[in-house]
């Protein structure tokens, strides 16, 4: 019973702190929410901040889960760097929440934001430190050109975060393909990708050789 308050909490501030954001929401509506008192609120939680935390955390492991899971699933270094940005679109998109906190939205700010950055361990270093591992295997293995740039990592995070600030856009699908085409003209050398590979990803991503 007490498991099952917890978690009718968490799923009640969830709801409510997609659609309102932080500040707006209130420990009595997330318990009415629940459909228990507020004293049962501090029976689990110190407080909304820390409430709050809680669910980013759980939100960003699954995050965390999904794309390592995008990423095995495919062989070339190229690939993988793609299979990244279709997150955005395939995970991201659907968690408003989500969406907020990784492009910085005011609505989704809270008291210990800038510490939580700060200990390295959310969603968005998880991605900056997947981008930056694989273009170092790519330029290792010579399949990414990645010595024409000062600095890859920062220029595919860049491009990244365009497309997290353009996500609610209708046009965000014609964005997302001319982002994966630039990236497969300016870093890719595709004389090196072995064809038999080349021809199971692409079908691994609904396309014709």
Same mark, same amino acid.
């Given at each position: 019973?007490? *498991?099952? +308050?917890?978690?009718?909490l968490l799923a009640a501030g969830a709801d409510l702190f997609s659609s309102r954001g932080y500040r707006e929401v209130s420990i009595e509506e997330i318990a009415r929410g629940a459909g228990v008192g507020? #004293?049962?609120? @501090?029976?689990?939680?110190? !407080?909304? =901040?820390?409430?709050? %935390?809680?669910?980013?955390?759980?939100?960003?492991?699954? #995050?965390?889960?999904?794309?390592?899971?995008?990423?095995?699933?495919?062989?070339?270094?190229?690939?993988?760097?793609?299979?990244? @940005?279709?997150?955005?679109?395939?995970?991201? /998109?659907?968690?408003?929440?989500?969406? #907020?906190?990784?492009?910085?939205? +005011?609505? @989704?700010?809270?008291?210990?934001?800038?510490?939580?950055? %700060?200990?390295?361990?959310?969603?968005?270093?998880?991605?900056?430190?997947?981008?930056?591992?694989? &273009?170092? *295997?790519?330029?290792? *293995?010579?399949?990414?050109?990645?010595?024409? @740039?000062?600095?890859?990592?920062?220029?595919?995070?860049?491009?990244?975060? *365009?497309? &997290?600030?353009?996500?609610?856009?209708?046009?965000? %699908?014609? &964005?997302?393909?001319?982002?994966?085409?630039?990236? =497969?003209? #300016?870093?890719?050398? /595709?004389?090196?990708?072995?064809? !038999?590979? %080349? /021809?199971? =990803?692409?079908? /691994?991503? !609904?396309?014709?050789?």
């Open positions: 019973m007490r *498991a099952d +308050r917890r978690q009718a507020t #004293g049962s609120f @501090y029976t689990y939680f110190k !407080g909304k =901040e820390e409430f709050f %935390e809680e669910i980013l955390d759980d939100i960003e492991q699954q #995050g965390r889960q999904e794309v390592d899971r995008l990423v095995a699933s495919f062989e070339s270094p190229l690939n993988r760097l793609k299979a990244l @940005y279709r997150f955005a679109t395939l995970g991201i /998109r659907k968690n408003p929440l989500l969406l #907020g906190v990784l492009t910085g939205a +005011r609505k @989704y700010a809270f008291p210990g934001q800038a510490a939580r950055r %700060e200990r390295g361990d959310t969603l968005r270093h998880h991605i900056e430190r997947k981008m930056g591992e694989i &273009l170092a *295997a790519g330029g290792r *293995a010579l399949e990414l050109r990645v010595g024409l @740039y000062r600095d890859p990592r920062r220029l595919t995070i860049a491009l990244f975060d *365009a497309i &997290l600030m353009k996500m609610e856009s209708e046009d965000v %699908e014609v &964005l997302m393909d001319d982002a994966l085409r630039l990236l =497969e003209r #300016g870093l890719a050398r /595709r004389f090196r990708l072995r064809a !038999g590979r %080349e /021809r199971r =990803e692409q079908r /691994r991503e !609904g396309r014709k050789p």
